[in-house]
Structures are given as C-alpha cells and as structure tokens.
Nanobody, 111 residues
Framework: QVQLVESGGGLVQAGGSLRLSCTASKNIFSIYVINWYRQAPGKQRELVVGIGSGGRINYADSVNGRFTISRDNAKNTVYLQMDSLKPEDTAVYYC?????WGQGTQVTVSS
C-alpha cells in the first residue's frame, strides 16, 4: 500500500507559476505514473494529467501547453510544473496512483 503526500500549493497571481510535488512512500514510479486531478468548489473532480492509451502522458485540453509533469525516481517524487496560471486553475489539486490519493493542496490564482 502506497501513501502519497502533496506540497507546493499556494497563492499566485495570474500569469505566475507553481510547482506541485507528490512524494510516495515507496519507489514505484519506474512502474507507474502518478495522475493529477483537481476539484474546484461546486464542481466535479477533473483529471488534469494522466496515462493515455499506449502509455502516453495525456494532458487535459485546458492545461495542455502550460502544465508539465516530471519525476525524480531517487526522491520518489512526481512534479507538476504549472506555468501561465489562470484564475480558472484555482482548485484543490490531488495526486493519485491506482487507489491511493494524496491529501490535496490548494492552488489559488488571483486575477
């Protein structure tokens, strides 16, 4: 069983950047890829980045070209680099691996 811990959220002005981190209790990223979700108040949870067909990393259209996922296997950590942030990106961001979920980290983008 894997535990996930997120960090890196905060308040940023529109056009700014944040880098979210998701650290796993076990070294599993050589086998699996972490998925990132987000959920804004009153809205359903949305897949931001995940594994597509054929094992390709698939970005949601709303973040494609602005967000980038990467990993550091030695640190058991996956990063989500978020650039050119918009107020619409405001949400709680969660990392996910199979049935394991992080606690969520709040991202707030001011206009």
């Amino acid at each position: 069983q894997v535990q996930l811990v997120e960090s890196g959220g905060g308040l940023v002005q529109a056009g700014g950047s944040l880098r979210l981190s998701c650290t796993a209790s076990k070294n599993i990223f050589s086998i699996y890829v972490i998925n990132w979700y987000r959920q804004a108040p009153g809205k359903q949870r949305e897949l931001v980045v995940g594994i597509g067909s054929g094992g390709r990393i698939n970005y949601a259209d709303s973040v494609n070209g602005r967000f980038t996922i990467s990993r550091d296997n030695a640190k058991n950590t996956v990063y989500l680099q978020m650039d050119s942030l918009k107020p619409e990106d405001t949400a709680v961001y969660y990392c996910n691996l199979l049935d394991a979920w992080g606690q969520g980290t709040q991202v707030t983008v001011s206009s």
